[in-house]
Nanobody, 119 residues
Framework: QVQLVESGGGLVQAGGSLRLSCTAT????????MGWYRQAPGKQRELAAS???????NYADSVKTRFTVSRDNAKNTVYLQMNSLKPEDTAVYYC?????????????WGQGTQVTVSS
């Protein structure tokens, strides 16, 4: 069983920064990828950024120049540094751990942390 605990959300003005953290506990495999998804009110959950255990990253086009995902494998922790935040970044951010590959992948989710960007 895997549990994901997030921290770091909050309220920030447009142009500001926030850093999200997520620590995974339980049985973690070296091949697991980790990342962050987000869901705004009335919208579907979407990928923000992800990172494999060997450091390969993937970003949504809307955050590519502003967000940085990183990972500390020794601590089973993934981070999301968010800079130059915009009101459209307002969403609940969910930590994700993905095991396996499509079509046999399995996703674990954190409880979500609210990020609100005021204009």
């Amino acid at each position: 069983q895997v549990q994901l605990v997030e921290s770091g959300g909050g309220l920030v003005q447009a142009g500001g920064s926030l850093r999200l953290s997520c620590t995974a506990t339980g049985i973690i495999f070296r091949s697991d990828s980790m990342g962050w998804y987000r869901q705004a009110p009335g919208k579907q959950r979407e990928l923000a950024a992800s990172i494999t255990s060997d450091g390969r990253t993937n970003y949504a086009d809307s955050v590519k120049t502003r967000f940085t995902v990183s990972r500390d494998n020794a601590k089973n922790t993934v981070y999301l540094q968010m800079n130059s935040l915009k009101p459209e970044d307002t969403a609940v951010y969910y930590c994700n751990l993905r095991r396996g590959r499509w079509p046999s992948q399995y996703d674990y989710w954190g409880q979500g942390t609210q990020v609100t960007v005021s204009s």
